[in-house]
């Protein structure tokens, strides 16, 4: 089996090795990219773009906040661009806004997630994503 390729978009150091960490503990093979704010995201899509559409990642791991473009702002981009817009983006953010919830889903995230605060709870929830969306989701082939 192929790995997956996962885009976390995320500026907060604990939480990249708290989700690399939560990917690797669970054994499924993902290649994962780091995209540190979402100006670094959309240019990173791009990139992967030019290398052809099997470059592009299967799922994106979304913050809001994030520097330089925020992840509404991100998630407009990709869902409204014919070469990006089949990628499920999964919202995760500390954020419980009810307008941030509903902006995201007006703007067609696939789903919207709330950090916990404890590590623990936070590994779950990552590990939940993961096996729901890489185990039992069927995610599109690109060629």
Same mark, same amino acid.
């Given at each position: 089996? !192929?790995?997956i390729h996962i885009l976390l978009v995320e500026d907060n150091e604990g939480d990249i090795v708290l989700t690399k960490d939560a990917l690797e503990e669970y054994k499924i093979a993902t290649n994962t990219s780091? +995209?540190?704010d979402g100006k670094a995201a959309i240019e990173l899509l791009e990139e992967l773009w030019q290398q052809?559409? +099997?470059f592009l990642p299967d799922l994106v791991l979304l913050d809001i906040n994030l520097? !330089? !473009?925020n992840g509404q702002e991100v998630?407009?981009?990709i869902k409204n661009d014919d070469r990006f817009k089949e990628t499920p983006v999964i919202i995760l953010t500390t954020s419980s806004s009810e307008d941030d919830i509903l902006r995201a889903y007006q703007n067609h995230a696939n789903?919207?997630?709330t950090k916990p605060v404890e590590a623990d709870q936070f590994l !779950? *929830? *990552?590990?939940?994503i993961e096996n729901f969306w890489i185990s039992i989701v069927k995610l599109p082939i690109r060629k």
């Amino acid at each position: 089996m !192929k790995p997956i390729h996962i885009l976390l978009v995320e500026d907060n150091e604990g939480d990249i090795v708290l989700t690399k960490d939560a990917l690797e503990e669970y054994k499924i093979a993902t290649n994962t990219s780091i +995209a540190r704010d979402g100006k670094a995201a959309i240019e990173l899509l791009e990139e992967l773009w030019q290398q052809g559409p +099997a470059f592009l990642p299967d799922l994106v791991l979304l913050d809001i906040n994030l520097p !330089k !473009k925020n992840g509404q702002e991100v998630l407009q981009i990709i869902k409204n661009d014919d070469r990006f817009k089949e990628t499920p983006v999964i919202i995760l953010t500390t954020s419980s806004s009810e307008d941030d919830i509903l902006r995201a889903y007006q703007n067609h995230a696939n789903c919207f997630i709330t950090k916990p605060v404890e590590a623990d709870q936070f590994l !779950k *929830v *990552v590990s939940s994503i993961e096996n729901f969306w890489i185990s039992i989701v069927k995610l599109p082939i690109r060629k």
